[in-house]
Structures are given as structure tokens and as C-alpha cells.
């Protein structure tokens, strides 16, 4: 089960870590990664971690504003968000895939609850 914390209310220009609790088994799944949703848009890949390969990518909306990292002791994955803009206000959801493809949420198996990101102007 993957549970997310670090959400909040900050403002423009502000950052946060999200944190995703992930559980003992990170090293078995292929990838992680974080997605967004914002009101009424779909749900959007922000950054994806191969696990094995600890290659990242990222959504050109994010893309040196926001970094996936793991702490393997722990098996946290954290998403580093710098630089927030309101329209970076949203659900923030983490989620896992053991194997396969690691591109649309519908590739990925676990999920977790999401924590609230709000970003004012």
C-alpha cells in the first residue's frame, strides 16, 4: 500500500516534499512515479523512477521545477516540488507498477490516497 504525505498550502514561488511511504518491497517493482490532477483535468504523469535503472523522467510542465527521488533505506520515494505555481494545484497521487509499461496511470497497479497541494497566488 502506498500511502502520500507532505501536502499542503503554499505560496507562489514556495516548495514542498511530498513523500510516498512505499512499503518493503520497492525493489521488486519495475518503477514509481508521481501524477497530478488537477480540478476538472485529466490526471497527468509528473516524474516516473525506474527502480532498477534509477532513471528519471519528467513532464515538460515540471521539468526543473520538480525531482523524484528514493531513499532506498527507507523506501520513501519523494517528490522535491520548487518553484510552485498556482497551476500546480491539485491531488498529488503516488503510485508503483512491478512490471511493465510505466507511462499512463493506467499502467500502474498501486496507488495511493493522495495528498492536496495548493498553491495561492
Known amino acids: 500500500q502506498l500511502v502520500e504525505s507532505g501536502g499542503g498550502s503554499v505560496q507562489a514561488g514556495g516548495s514542498l516534499r511530498l513523500s510516498c511511504a512505499a512499503g518493503?518491497?520497492?525493489?521488486?517493482?519495475?518503477?514509481m512515479g508521481w501524477f497530478r490532477q488537477r480540478p476538472g483535468k485529466d490526471r497527468e504523469a509528473l516524474a516516473v523512477?525506474?527502480?532498477?535503472?534509477?532513471?528519471?523522467t519528467y513532464a515538460d510542465s515540471v521539468k526543473g521545477r520538480f525531482t523524484i527521488t528514493r531513499d532506498k533505506a527507507r523506501d520513501l520515494v519523494y517528490l522535491q516540488m520548487n518553484g510552485l505555481q498556482p497551476e500546480d494545484t491539485g491531488m498529488y497521487y503516488c503510485?508503483?507498477?512491478?512490471?511493465?509499461?510505466?507511462?499512463?496511470?493506467?499502467?500502474?497497479?498501486?496507488r495511493g490516497q493522495g495528498t492536496q497541494v495548493t498553491v495561492s497566488s
Open positions: 503510485a508503483a507498477n512491478i512490471v511493465g509499461a510505466c507511462g499512463t496511470w493506467a499502467d500502474f497497479g498501486e
Open positions: 518493503r518491497y520497492t525493489y521488486k517493482r519495475n518503477c
Open positions: 523512477l525506474w527502480i532498477g535503472g534509477a532513471t528519471t
